[in-house]
Nanobody, 125 residues
């Protein structure tokens, strides 16, 4: 079974930066994708970004130009560098994993095999 462990959340002032990490353990296949989602209480979960080992990426319009996703294949870890943070970025951020999956807008709405426990990001204005 795959385990996903997120880290890097915290409290930051508007305009600041954070880097989230999602470490994947127990992966069975070398071909996989990891997506980042965020959720605010009372609102629907929102797709944020995604990266696949096949080289595809996805960014929500709300984070394009501010967030950068990257993958360290040797460590099976995905990073989400978040710059120019805004108060509206405040949410619990979750990572998810699925094998043999690409990243694009359509695929972001499909179910994922595994989810992490989430990490809180709070941006103060």
């Amino acid at each position: 079974e795959v385990q996903l462990v997120e880290s890097g959340g915290g409290l930051v002032q508007a305009g600041g930066s954070l880097r989230l990490s999602c470490a994947a353990y127990g992966l069975t296949f070398d071909n996989y994708a990891i997506g980042w989602y965020r959720q605010v209480p009372g609102k629907e979960r929102e797709a944020v970004s995604c990266i696949s080992t096949s080289g595809t990426t996805f960014y929500a319009d709300s984070v394009k130009g501010r967030f950068t996703i990257s993958i360290d294949n040797a460590k099976n870890t995905v990073y989400l560098q978040m710059n120019s943070l805004k108060s509206e970025d405040t949410a619990v951020y979750f990572c998810a994993e699925d094998s043999y999956r690409d990243c694009n807008g359509v695929y972001m709405s499909l179910p994922w095999d595994y989810w992490g426990q989430g990490t809180q990001v709070t941006v103060s204005s």
